[in-house]
């Protein structure tokens, strides 16, 4: 049985190798852990999102670095963000700064191997010179913005914390889209775009798409919670205004997978496609950009080394992988580059030196091929490391404010278990994919995506403006039980270990703000204010 199943692994992968697949990537901002209904609650049901992964393969021990431009550049380029100096921050869109055009990308890689590049929605690797945007880093079309966020109706950008002009930021390629019907609701705008390229795709060549949402980021900081009011209504039962709204924002999100697998499906795209889909950091409960996002019980939001950072959901499917399977071996974000080459059989080398590994064998076998990784930001120094199930933390930021468990433990359910499995089986997704899920693979892996705290009594506290602390993930997920005082040879080990990590660090390639930059400049825009250097 084992040999023949050796074999089939094989024949898959050969087939793969024999024609390129489509990639098709959607990324949510700012999604909390606990916002998607296949964790377990139906508080704010994900249908299309939970079809797509019960048809596919959860990574349920997935993770990214703990901010969107460190999290983007990873992707993009296969590396650790420290080894690229974008380990620190995000990019404002005042600051002269970005991924260095030196690094080459992942579209730039598919181009290479024949496939057409496009993008939809958020950039947000640089744009203060023309050569950081993404038709020059390797995209065939661009629909979106440059910058962190926008408002979801006008889609300007305004820096609340600074003295500048209300700028618009939408841009087709490289020029300033005003040609959007008004009140068109940003996550939509982006659906329909991205289901217009799947439409108009030929297929003489393979298609890599990357849909960068906006949402659930929140929008300016004067009307940052941003919903369709008939959305909002749906979550009446949701009584805090502000999470009910965030919910409004993710059921946006969860039509718009469903649309683009449905897409997909209808233009025959579908059975040649590798689609995956995964938040870029954790939600962010309190502080700037807030959303009450609720990572629980994870420990921690973005901005920050605990679990709640950098452990996000994320799902791949194709039909040629594994169905209805959880995975709880370590991904990094940085692994898609390698992996993605391989399954979708695209025809490129690597000619640089990478962190990310490549997954296959763990996605077809289970086998497990990453033991450790390294989170660091050296200005505002916090950070983590993670070897063997261990996981050091280091460092707080914002003082201690992102420490502890934040954000909504409320399982209310919006639905019962049977419409909720009846809601699932007429979603986009679930209809689009075929055979159909089972009721009892739903289960089961609802079952297994579920995280389970320690249940230890003698629980030791960790207060990192103190020091640094040190947990076993295998045992205490959520990060409650400190036992660097327990395993004080062990915790050295894992200091040394992440002291270690800092030896190839690049400085952060982080500037100070620009005042040419304003708005106001380039008739209320946003918009490279400097020359290529």
């Given at each position: 049985?084992?040999?023949?199943?050796?074999?089939?692994?094989?024949?898959?992968?050969?087939?793969?190798?024999?024609?390129?697949?489509?990639?098709?990537?959607?990324?949510?901002?700012?999604?909390?852990?606990?916002?998607?209904?296949?964790?377990?609650?139906?508080?704010?049901?994900?249908?299309?999102?939970d079809?797509?992964?019960?048809?596919?393969?959860?990574?349920?021990?997935?993770?990214?670095?703990?901010?969107?431009t460190?999290?983007?550049?990873?992707?993009?380029?296969?590396?650790?963000?420290?080894?690229?100096?974008?380990?620190?921050?995000?990019?404002?869109?005042?600051?002269?700064?970005?991924?260095?055009?030196?690094?080459?990308?992942?579209?730039?890689?598919?181009?290479?191997?024949?496939?057409?590049?496009?993008?939809?929605?958020?950039?947000?690797?640089?744009?203060?010179?023309?050569?950081?945007?993404?038709?020059?880093?390797?995209?065939?079309s661009f629909?979106?913005?440059?910058?962190?966020?926008?408002?979801?109706?006008?889609?300007?950008?305004?820096?609340?914390?600074?003295?500048?002009?209300r700028?618009?930021?939408?841009?087709?390629?490289?020029?300033?889209?005003?040609?959007?019907?008004?009140?068109?609701?940003?996550?939509?705008?982006?659906?329909?775009?991205?289901?217009?390229?799947?439409?108009t795709?030929?297929?003489?060549?393979?298609?890599?798409?990357?849909?960068?949402?906006?949402?659930?980021?929140?929008?300016?900081?004067?009307?940052?919670?941003?919903?369709?009011?008939?959305?909002?209504?749906k979550?009446?039962?949701?009584?805090?205004?502000?999470?009910?709204?965030?919910?409004?924002?993710?059921?946006?999100?969860d039509?718009?997978?469903?649309?683009?697998?449905?897409?997909?499906?209808?233009?025959?795209?579908?059975?040649?496609?590798?689609?995956?889909?995964?938040s870029?950091?954790?939600?962010?409960?309190?502080?700037?950009?807030?959303?009450?996002?609720?990572?629980?019980?994870?420990?921690?939001?973005?901005?920050?080394?605990?679990?709640?950072?950098?452990?996000?959901?994320?799902?791949?499917?194709?039909?040629?992988?594994?169905?209805?399977?959880v995975?709880?071996?370590?991904?990094?974000?940085?692994?898609?580059?390698?992996?993605?080459?391989?399954?979708?059989?695209?025809?490129?080398?690597?000619?640089?030196?990478?962190?990310?590994?490549?997954?296959?064998?763990?996605?077809?076998?289970?086998?497990?091929?990453?033991?450790?990784?390294?989170?660091?930001?050296?200005?505002?120094?916090?950070?983590?490391?993670?070897?063997?199930?261990?996981?050091?933390?280091?460092?707080?930021?914002s003082?201690?404010?992102?420490?502890?468990?934040?954000?909504?433990?409320?399982?209310?359910?919006?639905?019962?278990?049977?419409?909720?499995?009846?809601?699932?089986l007429?979603?986009?997704?679930?209809?689009?994919?075929?055979?159909?899920?089972?009721?009892?693979?739903?289960?089961?892996?609802?079952?297994?995506?579920?995280?389970?705290?320690?249940?230890?009594?003698?629980?030791?506290?960790?207060?990192?403006?103190?020091?640094?602390?040190?947990?076993?993930?295998?045992?205490?997920?959520?990060?409650?039980?400190?036992?660097?005082?327990?395993?004080?040879?062990?915790?050295?080990?894992?200091?040394?270990?992440?002291?270690?990590?800092?030896?190839?660090?690049?400085?952060?390639?982080?500037?100070?703000?620009?005042?040419?930059?304003?708005?106001?400049?380039?008739?209320?825009?946003?918009?490279?204010?400097?020359?290529?250097?």
């Open positions: 049985m084992l040999l023949l199943y050796f074999f089939i692994v094989l024949f898959v992968n050969n087939s793969y190798a024999a024609k390129p697949k489509n990639v098709i990537i959607i990324v949510a901002d700012d999604l909390g852990f606990n916002d998607v209904s296949y964790r377990g609650s139906t508080e704010i049901p994900t249908y299309n999102i079809a797509l992964a019960y048809n596919g393969i959860i990574l349920n021990n997935y993770r990214t670095p703990p901010l969107c460190p999290s983007r550049s990873s992707l993009m380029t296969g590396k650790y963000p420290h080894h690229l100096g974008m380990q620190h921050f995000v990019i404002p869109s005042d600051e002269p700064w970005g991924l260095s055009p030196s690094e080459k990308i992942m579209p730039q890689y598919f181009k290479d191997a024949g496939y057409v590049t496009r993008m939809v929605g958020k950039w947000h690797l640089g744009f203060f010179e023309e050569q950081y945007t993404p038709n020059n880093r390797g995209y065939d629909f979106g913005y440059l910058g962190p966020y926008i408002d979801y109706w006008d889609y300007t950008l305004n820096m609340f914390d600074r003295n500048f002009s700028g618009y930021d939408m841009r087709e390629n490289q020029t300033i889209n005003r040609n959007i019907p008004p009140n068109k609701y940003a996550t939509e705008l982006f659906t329909e775009e991205a289901v217009k390229v799947i439409t795709h030929d297929k003489k060549k393979p298609l890599f798409l990357v849909v960068n949402h906006l949402a659930p980021h929140a929008g300016n900081e004067d009307v940052p919670m941003q919903a369709k009011q008939e959305d909002i209504d979550f009446s039962y949701i009584e805090d205004i502000k999470r009910r709204t965030l919910a409004a924002m993710i059921y946006q999100l039509k718009s997978v469903g649309e683009i697998v449905k897409a997909l499906k209808d233009n025959n795209h579908l059975d040649d496609s590798i689609l995956i889909f995964y870029d950091n954790g939600g962010p409960t309190t502080g700037i950009h807030s959303t009450a996002a609720s990572n629980y019980p994870l420990r921690g939001q973005k901005q920050s080394g605990w679990e709640g950072a950098i452990r996000t959901n994320a799902i791949v499917y194709a039909p040629s992988l594994p169905k209805a399977v995975r709880n071996n370590l991904f990094y974000i940085a692994d898609w580059l390698p992996t993605l080459k391989t399954i979708a059989g695209a025809n490129f080398k690597i000619n640089t030196k990478i962190d990310g590994i490549d997954q296959t064998k763990m996605l077809y076998n289970n086998r497990e091929l990453r033991n450790e990784l390294v989170t660091i930001d050296d200005v505002f120094g916090f950070g983590s490391y993670i070897f063997n199930g261990l996981k050091l933390v280091n460092g707080s930021s003082n201690g404010q992102f420490d502890s468990w934040l954000g909504s433990n409320n399982n209310t359910n919006a639905v019962d278990d049977k419409a909720y499995m009846e809601n699932l007429l979603s986009p997704v679930a209809k689009s994919i075929k055979p159909p899920i089972t009721l009892r693979n739903i289960d089961r892996m609802r079952s297994s995506a579920k995280i389970c705290c320690t249940k230890e009594k003698n629980k030791q506290s960790c207060d990192l403006l103190k020091g640094p602390c040190l947990y076993n993930l295998n045992d205490d997920p959520c990060e409650e039980n400190n036992i660097a005082n327990r395993n004080k040879i062990l915790f050295s080990f894992m200091l040394l270990k992440y002291k270690n990590s800092l030896a190839d660090l690049v400085p952060t390639r982080r500037k100070q703000s620009d005042p040419k930059c304003d708005p106001v400049h380039f008739n209320y825009t946003w918009n490279a204010w400097q020359q290529n250097s």
